[in-house]
């Protein structure tokens, strides 16, 4: 793997944000990769242009009943066709966007240097932005609003599909395992009463078996680790476990072990973790994830549960 792809050598696994700098108005934006431009001009319909040119000249020849009459334009629009014509010639007759400046007039415009700013600082999405603003008592605003600003700056989420990223399997079964959490799910009982269940899956890496699949009440530890234990007991022991950042797995703390990591470890199995918004790397279970979701989740209806 590259030096470069890491941030700094002391802690090598944070990696470097992969995003770009483009030129903005008067200073610099930082948008992700395959940023919108910032700005974006509406392509001019020549034909519609050449149409308008042509019956302004007709109305010099013709009046504006006769060229209404001979090319059937509405008198309202040829009137103000030959009144934009004098004024700015035919530049003036191309159609400009009737869209405000400014997205909404309430605004003040210090709170757009604000958003900008923070946005270049930190690189939070809207939601993070508004909440803190509003958190820390410097303006209230929506991120509907904000979502809106960075697309007219140019400074939205790119719409170039990211790169993939490198295929690995094992060469034979039981060297590592994929696990993760899909939830929560609320099944609707018959009295009326919703459970709130997660669904966890286990599947192996060289055969893409699914080495167990079972449903909980709670997103703990204990109730993970018991079923393991009847994995184990039937397909044996792997010699690694890759699962994500999430609980129970992790916490933030660096070094500090969960039930689950201290389990593997006394087992001597190796836990491996994906990198943070890279869920690719765990991609054999959600790959699995989405084919459970199109045949079962998206076809039945549960009334009732019996959860492990």
């Known amino acids: 793997m590259p030096a470069d792809t890491f941030a ?7 990696r470097v944000r992969r ?14 990769q395959g940023g919108r431009p910032a700005t974006r001009e509406r392509p001019v319909e020549l034909s519609a242009v050449r149409a308008r040119m ?9 009046g504006v009943a006769g060229t209404c ?5 509405p008198r309202r629009s040829l009137h103000r066709w030959i009144s934009a014509f004098e004024a700015g010639g035919i530049v003036a007759l191309v159609d400009r ?4 400046q400014r997205l909404r007039p309430t605004v003040p415009a210090w709170v757009e240097t604000v958003v900008v700013t923070i946005r270049l600082h930190t690189y939070w999405n809207s939601k993070r932005i508004a909440a803190e603003m509003s958190r820390r008592g410097i303006y209230d605003v929506g991120h509907t609003y904000i979502d809106r600003l960075f697309l007219t700056k140019g400074c939205a989420r790119g719409s170039v599909a990211p790169r993939l990223g490198p295929r690995y399997e094992r060469s034979r079964p039981n060297e590592l395992w994929h696990i993760d959490i899909k939830g929560p799910f609320f099944i609707r009982l018959s009295r009326g009463e919703f459970v709130k269940t997660w669904i966890v899956g286990l599947i192996d890496d060289h055969s893409r078996f699914v080495i167990g699949l079972t449903i909980l009440s709670e997103a703990k530890a204990a109730p993970i680790l018991r079923w393991l234990d009847d994995c184990f ?5 792997p010699l690694e476990l890759m699962s994500d950042n999430g609980q129970p797995f992790v916490v933030w703390m660096p070094g500090v072990l969960t039930a689950f990591g201290k389990k593997l470890r006394e087992l001597h ?3 491996l973790r994906t990198q943070i918004s890279s869920p690719w790397t765990n991609g054999k279970i959600e790959a699995f994830w989405d084919v459970l979701q199109a045949e079962v989740l998206d076809r039945q209806r549960f009334n009732g549960v019996t959860v492990g």
């Open 8 to 14: 700094h050598a002391s802690d090598p696994r944070r």
């Open 19 to 32: 995003n770009h700098y483009q030129e903005g108005p008067g200073f610099l934006f930082l948008a992700t």
């Open 54 to 62: 042509r019956a302004v000249r007709r109305a010099s020849e013709l």
């Open 69 to 73: 009459a001979e090319l059937g334009c």
């Open 97 to 100: 966007s009737r869209r405000p």
């Open 233 to 237: 007991e039937l397909c044996g022991q």
């Open 269 to 271: 199995i190796l836990h």
